[in-house]
């Protein structure tokens, strides 16, 4: 069965701490992974794909697949990157837009 | 940021009672997805549709149905409402070469009682 895990409902850190928001997917092929962010009272909206391999905003994410983890890191957090985040999963589904997201986690930046 | 409205954005109905949320597009996107979203579930994926008159059913559809008659309109009907479908609801879509870059609505937060 194609799973996303998203083992932490909320973390907390301080500005100008690391950040890791950890994520592990359950599928025997090979996928492709997602991090999607909503704001406050902003609209979902995705942050990276691990395909692009790119940095946004700070925040990179790299696919372990021995480990199957898509973490997302960022060396310096700051008070604006305070959202929710949604690891997601295509699997044997593929580019269909029919993505499995994780349960999600609260990412809180102190002052 | 209009490109995909939905309407209405909150509601509160009884249980019995037949809803229906609608997702407007100006993308022109092909396709057009319903996901809710729970808490402890993340999102999951009720019903989606890859063009007019073109729709399947997701991981959770049970107890909904959907519509799309036109390219920028997909709606989602809940029968006869329960209280275990309260829930956010959100609307997205994408093209077809990009399905998996999915662009969403604002939600309709929907409360059975």
């Known amino acids: 069965a194609q799973r996303v895990t998203q083992p932490e409902k909320l973390l907390s850190v301080f500005k100008g701490a690391p950040v890791e928001l950890k994520c592990n997917y359950s599928?025997?092929?090979?996928?492709?992974l997602f991090w999607y962010v909503q704001y406050s009272r902003q609209r979902l909206q995705l942050l990276l794909r691990?395909?692009s391999r790119e940095s946004i905003k700070g925040f990179t994410a790299d696919l372990n697949k021995g480990e199957t983890s898509f973490h997302l890191k960022k060396p310096f957090a700051q008070e604006e990157d305070s959202a929710m985040y949604y690891c997601?999963?295509?699997?044997?589904?593929?580019?269909?837009?029919?993505?499995?997201f994780g349960q999600g986690t609260t990412l809180q930046v102190k002052p | 940021d209009a490109g995909i409205t939905q309407s209405p954005r909150h509601k509160v109905t009884e249980t019995g009672t037949p809803v229906t949320l609608r997702c407007h597009q100006t993308e022109n996107h092909r396709y057009m997805y319903w996901y809710r979203q729970d808490p402890g579930h993340g999102l999951r994926l009720i019903h989606y549709s890859y063009g007019v008159k073109d729709t399947d059913k997701g991981e959770v559809s049970d107890g909904y149905s959907v519509s799309r008659s036109k390219t920028e309109d997909f709606l989602l009907t809940l029968e006869s409402a329960t209280s275990s479908q309260t829930s956010v609801y959100f609307c997205a879509s994408a093209t077809a070469s990009g399905a998996n870059v999915l662009t969403f609505g604002a939600g309709s937060r929907l409360t059975v009682l």
């Open positions: 691990h395909i």
């Open positions: 997601a999963l295509s699997g044997h589904s593929g580019n269909t837009g029919k993505l499995i």
């Open positions: 599928y025997s092929g090979s996928p492709e």
